[in-house]
């Protein structure tokens, strides 16, 4: 762990300087902070010295995720991370990671700057700048839905993705579906590449080999649906695995319109439980993420790591919630057979 005089020593500047710089001290010029900033986070320090009394402060970062109403899907991961974190002494505290800030300032940077002990990350895709810097970051950082190897500093929390999507698998084959459909988001994050891969690994727990064309992905639901949705009901299938719920209804719909009846002519598995799931037309059976548990995970995470146990993934079961959008198979004849 590095000292502050290691960092005065660097620099050609007093201990003071340094310290006085890392607590904020307003007789210290930006240009001069900037550099004593930057020189800390290259030598691995991590520690402020903060006055007795002073709060604990933890962070959410939020970004490409909607929390701000109960509906959303990251209001309650949200809500479970306070509920654990609010109770220990701490002060959390909910900043949206926009490209322009993570772009302005390096993470460890924004860290020490802002007085934070650690952040627990929400909703980053695979380019947000931030990214790349917690492959070196030595602040204490849980990512949901993200992973960040070789670093003790990071840790992952999520659903255990391969699981859901066996569950789901082996729910539709056991109603007698053997050509079973994948739709998705395109894999610009970890976590849409994680179902996309765990599909077709629970496809091949019987020793086949699937067909890749039986999954489509695209950025937009739109998107997904009007490209990838006839070519799949074309190929003859009569269950579709969703990447998540909001795709699972909407392929719903498009079916309905088109005239097939769900469950009947096609049976369709959503991802996550969304609120609107029990409400939907039919009910859609989907797997479940608990996302107070999620979040409360996020923050036990988060306390190992500062206390320099080094997590790398912490995993919660998935559970699948049968509700009324899946049914026996009725098979349906490949457009290309007749």
Not at 8 to 17: H, P, Y
Not at 69 to 92: K, S
Not at 192 to 220: H, I, N
Not at 283 to 306: V, W
């Amino acid at each position: 762990m590095a000292t502050m005089q290691d960092i005065a020593d660097k620099l050609g500047v007093s201990r003071g300087t340094v310290s006085k710089a890392l607590s904020g001290a307003p007789d210290i010029s930006e240009t001069l902070q900037k550099n004593i900033l930057e020189t800390a986070v290259e030598l691995g320090y991590t520690k402020l010295r903060r006055p007795r009394g002073t709060e604990r402060k933890l962070c959410i970062l939020a970004a490409n995720i909607d929390y701000k109403e109960p509906h959303q899907f990251g209001h309650d991961i949200i809500l479970g991370f306070r509920q654990a974190a609010e109770p220990a002494g701490y002060t959390v505290e909910i900043i949206a990671a926009t490209e322009e800030l993570q772009k302005s300032t390096p993470y460890d940077i924004f860290m020490l700057r802002n007085a934070y002990h650690g952040a627990f990350v929400l909703g980053f895709s695979l380019t947000e700048p931030w990214m790349e810097d917690f492959h070196t970051s030595h602040t204490p950082t849980v990512l949901y839905d993200n992973y960040i190897p070789a670093n003790p500093a990071i840790a992952y929390v999520g659903v255990d993705n391969d699981e859901g999507m066996a569950l789901a698998v082996s729910h539709l084959r056991g109603l007698g579906h053997e050509n079973i459909g994948y739709l998705g988001g395109a894999p610009g994050s970890h976590i849409m590449q994680a179902r996309c891969s765990g599909f077709f690994a629970a496809l091949s727990q019987d020793g086949s080999t699937p067909d890749p064309a039986c999954a489509g992905t695209s950025y937009y639901v739109t998107e997904c649906i009007e490209t990838h949705l006839p070519r799949l009901l074309a190929m003859g299938v009569t269950g579709i695995i969703c990447s998540h719920d909001l795709i699972a209804n909407a392929a719903m719909v498009r079916c309905q319109q088109d005239g097939l009846h769900v469950p009947r002519d096609i049976s369709i598995i959503g991802f996550d439980d969304l609120p609107i799931c029990a409400h939907t037309s039919p009910p859609l059976t989907t797997i479940r993420q608990d996302q107070i548990q999620l979040g409360k995970s996020g923050y036990y995470a988060l306390e190992s790591l500062q206390e320099q146990i080094p997590i790398g993934i912490l995993l919660l079961h998935a559970q699948l919630i049968l509700r009324g959008s899946t049914a026996e198979a009725t098979p349906r004849i490949p457009c290309d057979v007749l």
